[in-house]
């Protein structure tokens, strides 16, 4: 079995800082039910919001939502789009949230972005409004790639930018490309009908929303 580096819990500790809320982190579990039960209660007692990254899928050593179960209801599990479909919202017996993150760094990224985010803004009484714009995408097709059924999508990072024709445009960002995390400023959501060069379509703005930077 090899071994990765752990760069999830740097990302997941500045995000929370710079999303206005005070990381409480822990060190790698091992995939030990009773491990990952202690360290949820004693989150449970400490923190506001929990996260749980990885152990969310369906492999013989994924135990978090089994896990979780015990400890409050399930409200979903399973999210019709990637990266990071096998991300569950849970709500503790003791009223606080808990969301499991998949693992994949590329996933869990975003995912910080769409859950934890918006449940920080709520604790700090903060309204949270993503922001979206209508914009022409440029370049090759995307495709879905895999039908897994309707209402499914993929969620790929993309680079918006005004034109002298004062229309938006955005590309892609490759999904291999390391860089990408740093200079996408948008996701591109892709269904199974696919986007093709010239579609006009919405994307969803990255946090932190630099509108102003569309502009020079």
Known sequence: EGLNIDTNSIMFEAKVKAFGGIPLMYDIIPDDPVKISNA????????????????SSKGLHDY??????????????????????????????NGKPIVGIAGPSIGAEA???????????????????????KAVYEGKALEFGMHPGEGWCRRLRGHVSLGEDGRFSVKNAPFGDPK?????????????????????????????????????
């Open 180 to 216: 990408a995390v740093n200079y996408a400023n948008c996701f591109i959501a892709v269904g199974n009908e696919g986007v093709r060069d010239g579609d006009e379509i919405t994307v969803e703005m990255r946090w932190p929303y630099c509108l102003e930077s569309l502009m020079e």
């Open 111 to 133: 995912l910080t972005d769409w859950f934890i985010k918006p449940l920080i803004d709520k604790y700090n009484g903060r309204p949270f409004r993503p922001v979206f714009l």
């Open 64 to 93: 978090t939502v089994e896990v979780v179960e015990q400890h409050g209801t399930i409200l979903s599990h399973m999210l019709k789009s990637g990266p990071g479909a096998h991300t569950s919202c849970t709500v503790a017996d």
């Open 40 to 55: 949820l209660e004693d989150a449970l007692e400490k923190a506001d919001i929990i996260a749980i990254n990885g152990g």
